[in-house]
């Protein structure tokens, strides 16, 4: 197999998976009529069909699924190495990419790893704001950041933060002339400002626990966000009651802009924790990452 037909193949993984040539164009930095030809070109070589091309989608034939459940992991495996070779350098070098939610990129990676950027400049951080479960390996992600909980069991997990507390809150405004929730179920007859997991498709249900009895709530009302801080913000130009980290909301309760509704129900979670992979070597520079963020505790 000549250099220029393993390249073909390749692009022919990346277009089926994307199930797009404008897609997989951007990831690989390549216009879109390079991998058309390409296509063309493997295909014509092979004398078979790999796809089925229409003005809005790709999708294999069945002879390139089967090619692409041969040849993925196969060039998976390839890339994966070259990286551990890349690995073995003396000075930490490369990209680390890293898939987190916002309120974790913010309260604990950000800060954290700004000296270790500075200090190391071959580094490359790459931050991707996610709040569903993702694949860090079927997505290339040297590492995710979830709370302790959710962290699969094959996964080696490292914790950097302290224990997470989520809290309801409102302000005196959106809560005056309103009967204050006693218990979680008066949630129901609030307007309350959800998350949009999109690993479910479904809204967030609130959790909450009060002497070893647990419950969840779904809430509803005007507002659905993907994204810690615009809840916030929602909540504090009085759109209703909103469900997040404590330590996101504090100062706002100290100056008396958010009042605190049902804390003796407020819920608590294993900290942030950093997981990754252990089925390849650990690059130097993610070894230096995952140091820099290591919790004392």
């Known amino acids: ?11 022919f993984v990346v277009v089926a998976r994307e199930r797009s040539f404008t897609r997989a164009a951007a990831k690989l930095g390549v216009s879109r009529s390079t991998l058309s030809h390409a296509m063309l070109g493997l295909e014509a070589r092979l004398g078979i069909r790999l796809l089925t091309r229409t003005t809005r989608s790709v999708a294999t034939t069945e002879a390139g699924t089967r090619l692409l459940a041969t040849l993925g992991p196969r060039l998976d495996e390839i890339e994966s190495e070259l990286a551990s070779l890349t690995a073995l350098r003396d000075k930490p070098a490369g990209t680390v990419r890293i898939t987190a939610q916002d309120h974790a990129i ?29 694949n860090i ?16 069991k094959d996964m080696i997990a490292v914790r950097i933060a302290p224990e997470l507390r989520m809290a309801v809150v409102g302000t005196p405004k959106y809560l005056e002339g309103k009967t204050r929730p006693v218990t979680p179920r008066d949630l129901t007859d609030h307007r309350c400002i959800n998350l949009r997991l999109p690993t479910y498709g479904g809204l967030y249900a609130w959790d909450f626990e009060r002497d070893g009895q647990s419950t969840s709530v779904r809430v509803a009302g005007q507002t659905v966000f993907n994204n810690t801080f615009l ?10 009651l909103a469900y997040l980290p404590l330590d996101l909301v504090e100062a706002h309760i100290e100056d008396g802009r958010l009042l ?34 290591r919790h004392q505790a």
């Open 260 to 293: 605190p509704v049902l804390k003796e129900w407020w819920p608590r979670f294993p900290g942030y924790h950093l997981f990754y992979a252990n089925r390849r070597q650990i690059s130097p520079a993610l070894s230096l990452v995952i140091e820099a963020l």
């Open 231 to 240: 809840m916030l913000q929602a909540a504090l130009d009085d759109l209703g």
């Open 106 to 134: 913010v309260t604990v990676l950000w800060s954290t790893l700004i000296p270790l950027l500075h200090e190391h400049a071959d580094i490359h951080l790459e931050l991707s704001v996610d709040y569903g479960l993702v």
């Open 1 to 11: 197999m000549s250099a220029e037909n393993l390249n073909d193949l390749q692009v």
């Open 137 to 152: 390996v079927a997505q290339n992600f040297d590492a995710g950041i979830r709370t302790g909980d959710l962290v699969e």
